[in-house]
């Protein structure tokens, strides 16, 4: 054994207690009183000059008032072992017309069975009429605590009176119905190998949804249990896919009058563009691109924030096999000649507004690749007008066999990290499929509603809900192509648009619950989505307090399709990423490329040959192998996120990994600490980062923006301090917090901690 390890461990652990006493307050002989110990003996085992008996080590984490973890290892344990429910305190997850049924265990964290107390109204029609047959993986449980059940179990039919039970196996066919005149209430425990969930007894009365007849439907094999869950997904024929042929055409074909996207533009103006819209539109586009000498291959960045021409243009660079590279606005000249020269830009498409076009025009004085300017909404000398040329051209672009497809590069996209210039992450025409999985089962998107993805195309979000999936699943996508996020301005046209799937990064949920959305219609909203940064949980709890319905968190990154999501019928865990999706092989590792157990941070990283992973992993950062390597080597592709596991499988954001604070022994990540310091309402946003300290490494430091009105004064430090210790462990307190205007942030919105 290496005793120099052990001895290193032992004088960790020895200082995390020393650490601890410092916080609390505590003295050297209340420690001894309170560990069972002699001042002396306590003094030696604080110092790391004896043995750390186990028992000490316990009644230390006792007087803390932490976890034994956090003194042995560093950081908090995440597991649970037990949980109580009061009478008519459990968590309500269904109620239906004549059905109430309530989750008794909704926060037990290993749970092999489910259990619930159900709740049915008798309903004469129901007597003579058959019952409703369902199934669901696992066993179940019921037994009648008051009226009577008549349940069906296959061909067999039993009623059940008060103190009755049943036990079958619900992959059987069974149902159920209140007789005898009165209501009949009983519990239910489902027990299954995939963790049961309230799913599985709500299939009891909702029936299941069937699966759609997409017109894409030879490009994915998607693979559902009985209760909808999403089990496996592949991709035949993936090699030969081309989204603006394979999908845009192929629906406008079938199915020319259906709606593609309803678009507003900033004074409201609406247009309604069908599938077959869209087919002509981007013909159009592409053999207009092709006139100006556009080809196969050529890089052509499109800077179009929400307009509608942005659908046409990317859809015609599709068919034409020209790579495609969305921009945002907020670019400045250096921005634009850095990109110009590291891609070989040799064509842009601008927006009028603003002086973005300007800015290129400035540019491209250092920026010798590009050649063809085109300006969208507008005319500037210097520029080809898009929307009076492009018009000329034929609304057909005939597909050749030798057109672009599968594995050809489709997308280029600059990534927003903080730190460094931005990378070139490389996709091709199978990152389209990749976002099945996003809209199908995270957004829920259905072929009848209307999906509404605030970003704008100058970021890959937007091609995560405005464009490819949703279209896979022939929803509709609602666009509004406004300046600047108004939550006034934009809560009022879900009801007016009859909105039916939301999704939004959790900084503008922040901006929604800060009205009263009492106020506003909502009804129309059947799911909402977050992704792009950690979702708090104070936005969740009240989001849903005020509208009803939660938020669903998903992770992925500009290299990557949805990869973590709390996909349709899994169980939502609130301040959980979700689960890994099937299309990727997640798994958590140490510095050493080590698989870590549930309840350890790691590293999430995706095992995968490099450029041979499931469509929507990127194939590499265009031109730097370098940086390629540094992310993907020995089978794993590295997203220098890291995350902890819980038994479920459920994954919990901790930070970046550069962003974990190593103080006193302890690693630290701060998102948690951000989370809890956004429970207080005189708090707007919140960074939390490292800074120096000579005695303990790195300490906690919390810059904090206050919402207006509020001062930032010494005692409202203190406070903001005691909050954070009591409610997680003290030793994650921020030592320094400082109250700012605004916290610094990259282009695309993520708190730059690095700066703060």
Known sequence: MDTTHVNSQLMEVAFRIREMRGICGFSVGEMSRKTDTTPEEYRAYEGGMADLPFTFIHKCSLAFGIG????LEGHSAHLSSYTVTRKGEGQQTAREPGIEISNLAPFFRNKLAEPYYVTYDYDEAQQHMPIHLTTHSGQEFD?????QLKIQVGEHTEILREG???????STPHGMIAVGGRPCVFCAVVVSGEKADEKAVRQSIVQARSSEDYVCKSFFDAREDERGVLQSLRFPNAEKFNFAFDCVD???ARYPGKLAMLHLDRNKQERRFTFEDMSRASSRAANYFKALGIRRGDRVMLVLKRHYQFWFAILGLHKLGAIAIPATNQLQEHDFSYRFNAAEVSAILCTADGDTAHQVDVAQKDSPSLKLKIMVGGRREGWHDFDEEYAMYRSKFERTEDAPCGRDLMLMFFTSGTTGYPKIAAQSYQYALGHFITAKYWHCVHADGLHFTISETGWGKALWGKLYGQWLCEGAVFTYDFDRFDASDILPLFARYNITTFCAPPTMYRMLIKQDLSHYDLSSIKHATTAGEALNPEVFRQFESQTGLQIHEGFGQTET???????????????SMGKPVPTYDLVL???????????ENGEICIRAQEGVGAPGLFSGYYRDEEQTREVWHDGLYHTRDVAWQDEDGYLWYVGRRDDVIKSSGYRIGPFEIESVIMELPYVLECGVSAAPDEIR?????????LVPGAEGTEELKKEIQDYVKKHTAP??????????????????????????
């Open 250 to 252: 192929a629906i406008a």
């Open 731 to 756: 030793y994650k307190y921020p030592r320094i917090v400082v109250f700012k205007e605004e916290l610094p942030k990259t282009i695309s919105g993520k708190i730059m901690r690095n700066k703060l």
């Open 697 to 705: 490494g790195q300490v906690v430091k919390a810059s904090i923006v």
């Open 68 to 71: 034994i973890t956090d003194l």
């Open 561 to 575: 399709t949805l990869c973590i999501g709390n996909l349709l019928g899994n169980k939502q865990k609130i301040g």
């Open 164 to 170: 009755d039970s049943i036990l079958y196996n619900s």
């Open 143 to 147: 037994i009648v605590l008051s009226g």
């Open 589 to 599: 590792v140490d510095e050493n490329d080590q698989p870590v157990s549930p309840g």
